[in-house]
């Protein structure tokens, strides 16, 4: 994660060591959101879930980064339920994977959905750095493969200033794929592995049940994930209602210069549309961020 630079890379792992012991880390999978309701939304808003695995045994997380809206809880729900997420896959999900194909499994693919992605995440642009940040800097080097589908012109609009400041390391990782980029992903996986979102024509959700949607708390990943951690509460006697508050890393300079070129081709999208769906003002998640 540090390009071999010894100094750097021993000093990330001190900083985080020191994050997980100042934030109680070791100790989130035994504090579950309540009440379920509570969760529920949380899960409607922040849409993430294990879709399956691929034919080499690798968790395979979906991601709706188009249409999560963050808007049914506070930041520190949002942050708290992503953490203990990576915990979850990093504790359980992986030392399974590695049992049960007989080789380490240490990483992950990530597919990201943009379908619904519009000028106005713009406004959720700092929550979404604030867990990019925790991610970059505490679980570094996680992600094998990013399989981007469903891109509209504004993601392509944006990749295509962004990519030249990215590491070589990391462009290798992300592909764009063409449309749901089902028959892309057939490839590395079954079908079953492969996320709702690729799986189904359009987007519609009619004809999808809350099972197979792996963003549903319905659904046997976040089922297990959940009852997981009210059983770990249970057994220390901890389970209390109140969100868990993290500190949330400085982020990397490079990693705050990307986000600065994402805003202003956001803006610049925006003034070429003449559209209003750029946010000129904060929103309430961005302001919850900002005391955050």
Known sequence: AREWHVTNAHKMLVDCLNWRIQNEIDSILEKPIIPV????????????????????????????????????????????SHIQINEYRDRIILPMATKKFRRPITTCIKVLDMTGLKLSALSLLKILTAISAVDELNYPEKAETYYIVNAPYIFSACWKVVKPLLQERTRKKVHV???????????????LSIPHFCRREGSSKASLS???DCFSLDHPFHQELYHYIEQQALNQELIKQGSLHVDIPDQDPDDAMIVEVIQAEFHKLG??????????????????????
């Open 37 to 80: 309701d509570l969760y529920r939304s949380i899960r409607e808003s922040q849409l993430v879930g294990l879709s399956g695995y691929s034919k080499e045994g690798v968790p395979v997380f979906a991601f709706g980064v188009g249409q999560s809206t963050y808007d049914k809880a506070s930041v520190h729900y949002y942050v708290q």
């Open 177 to 191: 794929l063409s449309g749901r980029g089902k028959d892309e992903l057939l490839k590395i996986m079954d079908h």
């Open 271 to 292: 003034e070429q549309n003449g559209s209003a769906d750029v946010p000129w003002r904060k929103t309430e998640v961005e302001e919850a961020t900002d005391v955050y």
């Open 210 to 212: 809350s099972v197979d």
